[in-house]
């Protein structure tokens, strides 16, 4: 157990929909990451949060928008849902940034239909 | 340009034999970090080793192994004695010190299967 949780592990919605993944990070960790995983594009960093301020940002589509709150756990929005959205999607967290080791969430597993 | 390469797609081996998995990497950054992470089939991503770049050693744990060289850019992982329980998709990744907070660069992954 990595001590990062995240919720829903399975979500099933259909096109145009919107939902939301939430994070939990260990205990202690600041630094929370997201990151989306597809057989086409492999795992490809979304966003990252600090201590409740976005901290860098990836390939991530404007659809889609994250938030850390003052509890430090994170939550990722996506909207407008299309069929290539369907991929498994991790958080991640740390204790800082640049080169700690990052502990993952079991994932969501998102199916567009 | 920050990239990580690992050529192996598919390895499938039998128990007991010894496998290793390969990760050549790219960095401009002096400063950068390796790790290795493996993905069972339960899918979750699990944290196995991390390496700075001024630290050369190889490093030892049980079974596994691990060979980091700057000088061809490589962070290699052996797995001594493979189990059944050792099948699943390796990652390798990359972090750059001052770049972008931290963030994890992936290769593909190499999916190892250890028959019995």
């Known amino acids: 157990d990595s001590g990062v949780t995240q919720t829903p592990k399975h979500l099933i919605t259909a096109t145009g929909q919107r939902v939301t993944l939430r994070c939990s990070p260990r205990s202690g960790d600041l630094s929370v990451y997201w990151y989306q995983q597809s057989l086409d594009q492999g795992l490809q960093f979304l966003i990252q949060?600090?201590?409740?301020?976005?901290?860098a940002k990836g390939n991530i589509l404007e659809r889609f928008s994250a938030q850390q709150f003052p509890d430090l756990h994170s939550e990722l929005n996506l909207s407008s849902l299309e069929l290539g959205d369907s991929a498994l999607y991790f958080c991640a967290s740390s204790a800082s940034t640049g080169g700690a080791e990052a502990f993952f969430g079991q994932g969501t597993r998102l199916t567009v239909v | 340009a920050q990239k990580v390469t690992q050529a192996q797609t598919e390895i499938s081996v039998v128990e007991k034999e010894d496998v290793t998995l390969d990760c050549v990497y790219e960095t401009r950054d002096t400063t950068y970090y390796l790790f290795w992470y493996k993905q069972p089939p339960s899918g979750e991503l699990v944290f196995l080793i991390r390496r700075n770049s001024f630290d050369e050693q190889n490093e030892i744990s049980g079974r596994y192994s691990w060979n980091f060289q700057k000088s061809t850019s490589s962070f290699n992982f052996t797995i001594t004695a493979s189990q059944v329980v050792d099948s699943a998709v390796y990652f390798c990744a990359l972090s750059e010190r001052y770049n972008q907070g931290g963030k994890l660069i992936f290769g593909q992954g190499t999916e190892l299967s250890v028959k019995p």
């Open positions: 949060y600090y201590n409740g301020e976005e901290r």
